[in-house]
């Protein structure tokens, strides 16, 4: 949970990056800013290809190689990320700033054991000796769930389930004890049991660890109970973002509401889903105006030719839309059944 007299560990300042590709360049994130806090979870949400993974990655500068920062400012605690040697960021990467993903097998590397993999980082950024080393793992591996650990220590990774696997990724980023995870929907891949347990065990670590999670998913459902915050992604920009209970109770933006109307509701007898309608836009062509304006219900002419900046609405809560008014004459319609 956010502590809110503290500074924050990370600050990304109007982020620009750009890929080259055969087809020109793609403008991935396009001036995305934001502040993650010790021990909180920020979220950033969005459809498939809206900027999510590259916004994350590009604070630990792992980008491919075509792509770059074209553009901002990354501070990590009091370092200026985008002028650390190759060596120093190494040092980050895996220790201070580790990373888990959808795909455990892009993380673990098949042909050594769990227990090996573990105990190399920790050899390698703690200077672990072998006995130590293998003493934290195992008790890694008893934190995240994995039972009889002194047993699973010597398996290869295609010996584990998928939640198995996932856990033992979870105990690899947290060997060194990291400030920061960046997760990158870590559940998406598993069964809706064992991703309510995986989440369950990421708060648990969370409070223990006390590190800020970034949580990167399409799915506005996961991070309710999860995060303390979100940034809504849309072509590479923030187009909202506050405390994630106000953006809940009070989305401000036409694109988040469409987010969360795709999710189904238990709650309710009839389901609505309204999902929204098209898709994200070309990165290599954007619209001129608001890059939302072509699936916005209310999009006029203003949107088709003015982009919107990301203004502050409430009290850190931050929206990018001409059109906050016509959204909310609208939320309360539905609300009321008349539409
Ligand atoms: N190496 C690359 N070369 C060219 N384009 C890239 C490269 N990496 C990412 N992109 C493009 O950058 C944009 C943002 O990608 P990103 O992976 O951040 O999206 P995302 O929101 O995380 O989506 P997903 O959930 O599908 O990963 C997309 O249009 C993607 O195709």
């Known amino acids: 949970m956010k502590d809110n007299n503290s500074e924050p560990i990370l600050r990304v300042d109007n982020l620009h990056v750009h890929f080259k590709t055969e087809d020109g360049i793609i403008k991935a994130v396009n001036g995305a800013s934001f502040e993650l ?3 909180e979870t920020l979220a950033i949400v969005g459809e498939s290809g809206s900027g999510k993974t590259v916004t994350a990655l ?3 500068r792992l980008l491919d190689e075509n792509g770059w920062i074209a553009e901002g400012e990354i501070q990590y605690k009091d370092m200026d990320v985008l002028s650390l040697s190759y060596n120093h960021l190494r040092k980050i990467r895996g220790k201070e700033i580790s990373m888990i993903f959808q795909e455990p097998m892009t993380a673990l590397n098949p042909v050594y054991t769990i227990g090996e993999q573990i105990m190399e980082s920790l050899e390698l950024h703690l200077n672990m000796s072998e006995k130590e080393g293998k003493k ?4 890694l591996l008893k934190k995240v769930g994995i039972p009889e650990p002194e047993r699973r220590i010597d398996q290869y990774p295609h010996e584990l389930s998928g939640g198995m696997r996932q856990r033992a990724m979870i105990a690899m980023a947290l060997a060194c004890n990291p400030s920061i995870l960046i997760a990158d929907e870590p559940t998406t891949a598993l069964d809706v049991t064992i991703q309510a347990q995986i989440l369950e065990l990421m708060k648990d670590l969370q409070n223990e660890f006390k590190m800020a999670i970034i949580f990167i998913t399409h799915d506005l459902g996961v991070i309710a109970e999860m995060a303390d915050r979100a940034l809504v992604m849309y072509g590479g920009e923030v187009v909202e973002s506050g405390e994630i209970k106000t953006i809940f109770k009070r989305p401000r933006h036409p694109y988040t509401w469409g987010l969360m109307n795709s999710i189904p509701r ?5 389901e609505r889903l309204l999902s929204i309608p098209g898709v994200v836009p070309n990165p290599l062509n954007f619209p001129k105006g608001c890059k939302f304006s072509n699936r916005c219900f209310f999009a006029d002419q203003k949107c088709v030719d003015e982009d919107p900046n ?5 009290d850190r809560h931050f929206s990018r839309c001409w059109h906050i008014d016509k959204l909310l004459e609208n939320m309360n319609k539905v609300k009321e059944g008349e539409v």
């Open 136 to 139: 934290r793992a195992i008790d």
């Open 310 to 314: 990301l203004e502050e609405i409430e």
């Open 266 to 270: 238990i709650d309710k007898d009839e």
């Open 37 to 39: 806090y010790p021990g």
């Open 58 to 60: 590009s604070t630990i």
